[in-house]
Each structure stands twice: as structure tokens, then as C-alpha cells.
T-cell receptor, first 118, second 117 residues
Framework: AQTVTQSQPEMSVQEAETVTLSCTYDTSESDYYLFWYKQPPSRQMILVIR??????QNATENRFSVNFQKAAKSFSLKISDSQLGDAAMYFC???????????????FGQGTRLTINP | EAQVTQNPRYLITVTGKKLTVTCSQNMNHEYMSWYRQDPGLGLRQIYYSMNVEVTDKGDVPEGYKVSRKEKRNFPLILESPSPNQTSLYFC????????????????FGSGTRLTVV
């Protein structure tokens, strides 16, 4: 079974600086999908960025980018120019392409709570 | 607006009193899932459904039931709640086919905070 590990329960960063959140995963599959979700105090789960394992290019969405290291099974999230609105819990998640159960399930890490210091 | 609607947002109940958390989506999604979120554990899947009348267990199904009689609705039923089911619950849905749900990810509801005393 796949597992996802976020080893940083909490992180903090000064506003306008850059922070990197770590995520590692364990799988025997060669193709899969990886996601970062943001959960602000409102509890809403917001998709930040996604990565398909067969794509070597790292995904980028505005100030958010990932460092995807397939061989190392690492999927870190970099937030540049941190803003107060980035304060949230961040979850890394894995999804298998296998049908049917894998297509149904996101496997989540434990989460990293990010604090932005003004 | 495309969304997943969960109700109630907060619920306090007593041990053994049956309850239902409702979930409805307006995106015509085939796949729907229930997750529970606990500190230090992230989110874990309880049950999922691939379409009407097709449901299956996730990783933590004990103590829960689901049904999928209509495509848009996927209620979570706790027939005899216990304190260890105190948690934050999320319903989520996605389209069956890759590329038709935006980012291939799920759309989540706003969560239901359940406390069982």
C-alpha cells in the first residue's frame, strides 16, 4: 500500500520570503499523481498544485512550485514571496492510476501547518 | 456554482444516537468519497462510490455506512456513533474521466465537525 509522509508538523516563514514543505512517499507503481492541498482555517480543501509522475518537468502555479524527484520519491512544495493568506495546513497526497480502487482514493500525508510571520 | 455541499457543518451528538451527514454535488461526478481527518493522521478514506448503487470500503470503514441511490447524493451514516468517531469529515467528488475535473483532483465539501460525547 502507498504511504505519504510529511515530516514537518509545523513550519513558519517571514512574509515575502520563501519556504519549502517536504513530502516523501512510498510506492511500487511507476505512474501516479501527486497533489498539494491547502486547508485554511475555513477548513476548505483547496488544490494548490498537481504533478503527474510521467512528466519530468516540475509543476508551477504562480508562486507555488514543486520539486519532484521520482527516484527519491520526494515531492516538495516551494512557496515564493509568502503572503499572510498562505497561512494554512498543507497536505501532500498521492493517487494511484489503477482502476477501480486506486482511482478513487487520495492517500494523504499528516499535514504541515504553515505560519506566516508579518 | 460547481460545488460539493455537506450538512451539517457542526454536529454534537451522544453515543449510540444514529446520525446522517449529507453530501450532494452538482457537477454530475461519478466518483464520490468520504474521508475523516484526525490530527497527526491526515485524511483517511472511509468509503467510496464509483456510481449509483456501487460503493466500497476505504481504509477505515468500521462503524460507518453509505448509500448511493442518486448520482448527486452520497450520505454517510453512523448507526451507533462512538467517541472515537469524533472527527472532521469531508465528502469529495470527481469526474470519472481524466481531464474533465479540472486538475484531476477532487472537489471537497466544506467539512463536518462531529463530536460524539
Amino acid at each position: 500500500a502507498q504511504t505519504v509522509t510529511q515530516s514537518q508538523p509545523e513550519m513558519s516563514v517571514q512574509e515575502a520570503e520563501t519556504v519549502t514543505l517536504s513530502c516523501t512517499y512510498d510506492t511500487s507503481e511507476s505512474d501516479y499523481y501527486l497533489f498539494w492541498y491547502k486547508q485554511p482555517p475555513s477548513r476548505q480543501m483547496i488544490l494548490v498544485i498537481r504533478q503527474e509522475a510521467y512528466k519530468q518537468q516540475n509543476a508551477t502555479e504562480n508562486r507555488f512550485s514543486v520539486n519532484f524527484q521520482k527516484a527519491a520519491k520526494s515531492f516538495s512544495l516551494k512557496i515564493s514571496d509568502s503572503q499572510l493568506g498562505d497561512a494554512a495546513m498543507y497536505f501532500c497526497a498521492y493517487r494511484s492510476p489503477k482502476f477501480p480502487s486506486g482511482a478513487q482514493k487520495l492517500v494523504f500525508g499528516q499535514g504541515t501547518r504553515l505560519t506566516i510571520n508579518p | 456554482e460547481a460545488q460539493v455541499t455537506q450538512n451539517p457543518r457542526y454536529l454534537i451528538t451522544v453515543t449510540g444516537k444514529k446520525l446522517t451527514v449529507t453530501c450532494s454535488q452538482n457537477m454530475n461526478h461519478e466518483y464520490m468519497s468520504w474521508y475523516r481527518q484526525d490530527p497527526g493522521l491526515g485524511l483517511r478514506q472511509i468509503y467510496y462510490s464509483m456510481n449509483v448503487e456501487v460503493t466500497d470500503k476505504g481504509d477505515v470503514p468500521e462503524g460507518y455506512k453509505v448509500s448511493r441511490k442518486e448520482k448527486r447524493n452520497f450520505p454517510l451514516i453512523l448507526e451507533s456513533p462512538s467517541p472515537n468517531q469524533t472527527s472532521l469529515y469531508f465528502c469529495a467528488s470527481r469526474h470519472k474521466y481524466r481531464g474533465l475535473s479540472g486538475a484531476y483532483g477532487y472537489t471537497f465539501g466544506s467539512g463536518t465537525r462531529l463530536t460524539v460525547v
